[in-house]
């Protein structure tokens, strides 16, 4: 009667015909270009690629191993070659002010020649400046200057004495400058005369001392004039004298660089500062006469130090690129990607300066593709909030985090920040895109594009001809033997089974990657010259053994019967159901017994793992339903007035999920009916109020699990599962199943309501009610609904036999 929801052995996979790999072995095929069955996401990151405005970033979302990070590499370096290369950067010395260096923009490939430029101008300078002051013409000049001063100095101190000898005293000429000297008998007084003077006399010479220096401030203030006017004089001969050399080098470097209005503006200040500064260069490399000691002691900086602002740090080159660069930054902290400003320790303190800027990835990425995953840099501090930062500025400013660390730093600069153009990808999963979609308000301003990768695809010729071309590729990259075609025909069934789909392939290309180079290495140990299917195979199923440990623990507990289960014979209020279990990648299905009891009393169900706590709220919701279902089929006329307990027996972890709500209303029905279900017949698929079955997950797994245990039981050919009519299409079963259900030895029913199943299960019709809510004869319901009727019965009859009684013995109080 309900033979066809009995599924048939070819409706148990869809194996991979033939006829639909046109050559005989992956050396045939070329290479695949691009990715397979991610149209949508590809287009995305296409459009996200093609638009070059603020805030069209892209984040890729997909599970690992779909091929978002590789697929993201390739179609970017595409972009890339269409691409110019970007333009080198030099932070150079800021003049007017030290702390925050400049940074200049050259055509790529420039920088280093401009660096090498400044050096080479700086090194002649060194060179040509000293030997000019070295000159007959320059020391003529210097020496009039003197004699012209030398004059004016020798009739001021003239004057000087003049007046001093009026007081008593003469001015002499020492190292330390004029000093005055008492006079006895118009000559300068001895020491011993000067002791030997009274206290009077001294006391007067003070007097005296202080109205000269009173009368000759005016004389002295000019002597300190002439003193200045010479300096001024021999610095503006200096100038004067150098400035042609100068001039010379300069004007040869603005002749080059002179395109760019910030290199125009540093050079013509990089001329006054040599001017300024040229007794710097007096003395060529020479160090000024100090020793190192002397320069140690006095704390001095080598003169080497002073030419340090002339350099040029090289920042970014790109020289040697030919396109947009791609940078991939597998450690995106906070100074990997914005740079950072290294420090040099002098005397015990951290020092910088404008040379020790490093450049990170946001710069090297300039230009063109900075590619990063969301994980790593949502972990790492300060990261995510400095790469939004300089999305949204469009520049990249450089920072030190030594101040939040604590780190001691006596001097830092704050270099000028670098206009930012690039587009950034994130890849990531699912997950954090919505967690940063929901809380980030900077994200969905930032990442207007989400490139959305899929983790299956349509199993259509074009995708399996493309799969093979997947196989060819690696073949040819990784240096694998070549794939025949029963072996690729293997691995496309393998990718179905992955993607639990008749219909689908899995695009988890880094699991089917791995069967490739695990058949590969099976075929090199058996010295095949192609990989085959024997090959294909023995890689899945000696990947399946490395994970089984537990699944095989489980089932000795079963065949000893540690664990309690019955694969035959009939049971009330008892039955099979199905869970998937797994410890990481692998996955297996378990059976476990469900049973169930009923008795009068409060209306209800009672989950036993809800009520200590063992179950999810998806289980919880199923259980619920199930009060539902029973409510409307059997409590329409009047209340059902008994309790029902529910449990999965020796299960002691987490159950959640609602793929055993139909089994455990399966359970119930039996109980309160009496009617015995069949114990070879496992049960899986979810339930909603109105009796319809509902796929579920892993169902593969699930039919798998049951058949090994009812293998390792014995086989009797009344053995089963039953499972929801739209799992059918996901079903990808071993052999060993097909095989076994091909001889009759095993069975699986496909249903859609709770009606058929319990048929299935009971051997009995479940009946359809009248127009008067009555059940026929003979059936499920009408023995459920019996049951419930003979119970609601019996509280009336006890409610009306309590009434009397209390009536009764409320009349003998009154006699």
């Known amino acids: 009667m309900l033979d066809h929801l009995r599924l048939k052995p070819e409706e148990l996979t869809s194996p991979c015909h033939i006829e639909e790999l046109d050559f005989e072995s992956t050396s045939e095929l070329r290479p695949l270009k691009g990715i397979i069955g991610q149209e949508r996401g590809a287009k995305a990151l296409e459009f996200a690629l093609k638009v070059n405005k603020k805030g069209y970033n892209v984040y890729i979302s997909g599970l690992s191993g779909t091929g978002r990070s590789s697929y993201s590499k390739s179609i970017t370096e595409q972009y890339a070659k269409e691409m110019d290369p970007p333009e080198d950067w030099v932070y150079v010395y800021n003049f007017s002010n030290p702390d925050q260096p400049s940074a200049l923009s050259l055509e790529n490939g420039v920088a280093k020649q401009f660096k090498k430029d400044m050096e080479i101008t700086i090194d002649k300078l060194l060179e040509e400046i000293p030997s000019i002051f070295s000159g007959t013409d320059y020391e003529t000049q210097k020496s009039e200057i003197f004699r012209k001063y030398q004059q004016k100095n020798k009739e001021i101190i003239k004057e000087l004495n003049e007046i001093a000898k009026k007081h008593g005293f003469v001015f002499r000429e020492t190292e330390q400058g004029l000093v005055t000297a008492p006079l006895s008998d118009d000559k300068p007084m001895s020491q011993e005369e000067y002791d030997e003077l009274s206290t009077e006399e001294m006391q007067e010479l003070r007097e005296k001392s202080e109205k000269l220096n009173l009368e000759t401030i005016d004389l002295f203030n000019e002597l300190r004039n002439i003193e200045d006017e010479a300096r001024e004089e021999i610095k503006n001969l200096d100038e004067k004298v150098s400035y042609d050399v100068i001039n010379y080098h300069i004007k040869a470097l603005l002749k080059r660089y002179g395109n760019r209005k910030k290199i125009v503006k540093?050079?013509?200040?990089?001329?006054?500062?040599?001017?300024?500064?040229?007794?710097?260069?007096?003395?060529?490399?020479?160090?000024?006469?100090?020793?190192?000691?002397?320069?140690?002691?006095?704390?001095?900086?080598?003169?080497?130090?002073?030419?340090?602002?002339?350099?040029?740090?090289?920042?970014?080159?790109?020289?040697?690129?030919?396109?947009?660069?791609?940078?991939?930054?597998?450690?995106?902290?906070?100074?990997?990607?914005?740079?950072?400003?290294?420090?040099?320790?002098?005397?015990?303190?951290?020092?910088?300066?404008?040379?020790?800027?490093?450049?990170?990835?946001?710069?090297?990425?300039?230009?063109?593709?900075?590619?990063?995953?969301?994980?790593?840099?949502?972990?790492?501090?300060?990261?995510?909030?400095?790469?939004?930062?300089?999305?949204?500025?469009?520049?990249?400013?450089?920072?030190?985090?030594?101040?939040?660390?604590?780190?001691?730093?006596?001097?830092?600069?704050?270099?000028?920040?670098?206009?930012?153009?690039?587009?950034?990808?994130?890849?990531?999963?699912?997950?954090?895109?919505?967690?940063?979609?929901?809380?980030?308000?900077?994200?969905?301003?930032?990442?207007?594009?989400?490139?959305?990768?899929?983790?299956?695809?349509?199993?259509?010729?074009?995708?399996?001809?493309?799969?093979?071309?997947?196989?060819?590729?690696?073949?040819?990259?990784?240096?694998?033997?070549?794939?025949?075609?029963?072996?690729?025909?293997?691995?496309?069934?393998?990718?179905?089974?992955?993607?639990?789909?008749?219909?689908?392939?899995?695009?988890?290309?880094?699991?089917?990657?791995?069967?490739?180079?695990?058949?590969?290495?099976?075929?090199?140990?058996?010295?095949?010259?192609?990989?085959?299917?024997?090959?294909?195979?023995?890689?899945?199923?000696?990947?399946?053994?490395?994970?089984?440990?537990?699944?095989?623990?489980?089932?000795?507990?079963?065949?000893?019967?540690?664990?309690?289960?019955?694969?035959?014979?009939?049971?009330?209020?008892?039955?099979?159901?199905?869970?998937?279990?797994?410890?990481?990648?692998?996955?297996?299905?378990?059976?476990?017994?469900?049973?169930?009891?009923?008795?009068?009393?409060?209306?209800?169900?009672?989950?036993?793992?809800?009520?200590?706590?063992?179950?999810?709220?998806?289980?919880?919701?199923?259980?619920?339903?199930?009060?539902?279902?029973?409510?409307?089929?059997?409590?329409?006329?009047?209340?059902?007035?008994?309790?029902?307990?529910?449990?999965?027996?020796?299960?002691?972890?987490?159950?959640?999920?609602?793929?055993?709500?139909?089994?455990?209303?399966?359970?119930?029905?039996?109980?309160?009916?009496?009617?015995?279900?069949?114990?070879?017949?496992?049960?899986?698929?979810?339930v909603n109020q109105k009796g319809e079955i509902q796929p579920i997950g892993g169902v593969n797994e699930k039919v798998e699990g049951f058949y090994d245990v009812c293998k390792l039981k014995g086989l009797t050919g009344e053995q089963g599962v039953m499972i929801p009519k739209q799992n059918v299409k996901n079903l990808m079963l071993k052999e060993e199943v097909i095989d076994a259900v091909r001889e009759g030895k095993f069975r699986i029913y496909s249903i859609g309501h709770v009606d058929e199943g319990i048929e299935i299960l009971t051997g009995i019709p479940a009946g359809n009610c009248d127009c008067d809510g009555n059940y026929p004869e003979d059936t499920i319901y009408n023995k459920v609904s019996e049951k419930l009727?003979?119970?609601?019965?019996?509280?009336?009859?006890?409610?009306k036999n309590v009434g009397s009684d209390n009536k009764v013995e409320s009349d003998s109080k009154k006699d």
């Open 266 to 686: 540093y050079l013509n200040e990089l001329e006054k500062d040599i001017v300024s500064n040229i007794k710097n260069f007096k003395n060529g490399n020479k160090q000024g006469g100090q020793s190192p000691q002397e320069m140690l002691m006095l704390q001095m900086k080598p003169k080497k130090d002073f030419f340090q602002r002339y350099q040029v740090n090289l920042f970014i080159n790109n020289e040697k690129k030919e396109h947009a660069p791609i940078i991939e930054e597998s450690n995106p902290t906070f100074y990997n990607l914005i740079g950072r400003i290294e420090y040099r320790n002098e005397m015990g303190a951290l020092r910088t300066d404008f040379s020790q800027i490093k450049p990170g990835s946001l710069h090297q990425a300039n230009g063109g593709f900075l590619i990063l995953h969301a994980k790593d840099i949502l972990t790492e501090p300060f990261a995510w909030q400095t790469l939004k930062r300089s999305l949204k500025t469009g520049e990249i400013n450089i920072e030190n985090l030594g101040k939040q660390y604590g780190q001691l730093v006596t001097t830092t600069i704050k270099p000028e920040a670098i206009p930012l153009n690039l587009k950034v990808i994130v890849v990531g999963d699912p997950y954090l895109y919505n967690l940063l979609y929901a809380y980030d308000e900077d994200f969905k301003k930032l990442f207007k594009v989400m490139s959305d990768f899929d983790v299956e695809m349509d199993r259509s010729h074009d995708h399996v001809m493309k799969m093979a071309g997947f196989i060819s590729t690696h073949c040819e990259e990784e240096g694998l033997k070549d794939f025949d075609k029963f072996a690729v025909k293997r691995v496309i069934e393998y990718s179905s089974r992955l993607a639990d789909d008749q219909n689908k392939l899995s695009s988890r290309f880094n699991r089917i990657v791995e069967i490739l180079y695990e058949a590969d290495a099976w075929a090199i140990v058996e010295g095949a010259r192609e990989i085959g299917k024997v090959h294909v195979e023995k890689a899945i199923q000696e990947k399946i053994y490395r994970n089984s440990k537990y699944e095989e623990k489980l089932n000795e507990m079963f065949e000893d019967g540690s664990l309690l289960i019955d694969v035959e014979g009939e049971k009330v209020g008892q039955i099979n159901g199905l869970a998937v279990m797994g410890t990481g990648e692998p996955s297996f299905g378990r059976p476990s017994r469900i049973t169930a009891t009923t008795y009068r009393g409060k209306s209800g169900i009672i989950n036993v793992e809800r009520e200590v706590k063992q179950s999810g709220t998806i289980h919880d919701k199923g259980v619920l339903i199930l009060s539902g279902y029973l409510g409307s089929k059997f409590a329409q006329k009047h209340p059902m007035g008994l309790s029902v307990s529910i449990g999965f027996e020796q299960t002691y972890s987490m159950i959640d999920g609602d793929s055993a709500s139909s089994t455990e209303l399966y359970a119930i029905l039996s109980s309160i009916s009496g009617v015995p279900l069949k114990q070879g017949i496992a049960v899986t698929g979810s």
């Open 789 to 799: 009727e003979g119970i609601y019965k019996e509280e009336l009859k006890e409610k």
